[in-house]
């Protein structure tokens, strides 16, 4: 996890346990965008990530206490965020997409703006999105703590509470489930250029 100072991040903690809470919004400054990004990656939608952040960070302040600094200050958090955005998936009903629903032709993502290649790499960009969202939860919050935030299975391990080899099997497996919806969408796309 580059960029983390957790020098910093210890001081405001101590500030904030000695009763100076307003120290608490540099660690909410610093850590929103990366906290959202991973809770969207899990649960795939906007709105309700906006809310597991606000919850995360809600909940993080109110258990400071038990921070006991071993770990670093993103790691805990990132522990919060991952198993509030898991346990909000897996409360709500959801709604399988089909290939069906994905566009076949990188054309789709073309407008007045792109280029063949721009619209090539719209569409790349799109289907990974879209095979993150047919795998579970669970192997979305591994894949994007691995991929997007490139910590270290011991960092994952430290986050989940999975053990490291737990956790790669879990991604072997999650990198060959999206593998194969890679393989359907561009079987697909060339039986579109087929018939053209």
Known sequence: MNGMDPERDINCIKQVLGGNSEAF????????????????????????????????????????KGFRM????????????????????????????????????????????????????????????????????????LISLFYYEEMSTEEISECTGMSRQNIKVKLFRARQKMLEILKKAEKKKLKYHEQD
């Open 25 to 64: 919004s540099y660690l909410l400054d610093k850590y929103k965008d990366r906290t959202f990004n991973l809770a969207f990656r899990i649960c795939t939608n906007r709105e309700e990530a906006e809310e597991i952040t606000q919850d995360a960070f809600l909940k993080a302040y109110r258990s400071l």
């Open 70 to 141: 071993k770990s670093s200050f993103a790691t805990w958090l990132y522990r919060i965020v991952y198993n509030t955005s898991v346990s909000y998936v897996r409360n709500r009903k959801r709604t399988m997409l089909s290939l069906e629903d994905f566009p076949a032709d990188p054309g789709d993502f073309s407008g007045t703006i792109f280029s063949e290649e721009e619209s090539e790499r719209e569409y790349r960009n799109a289907l990974i999105n879209f095979a993150l969202q047919k795998i579970n939860e669970e192997e979305r919050g």
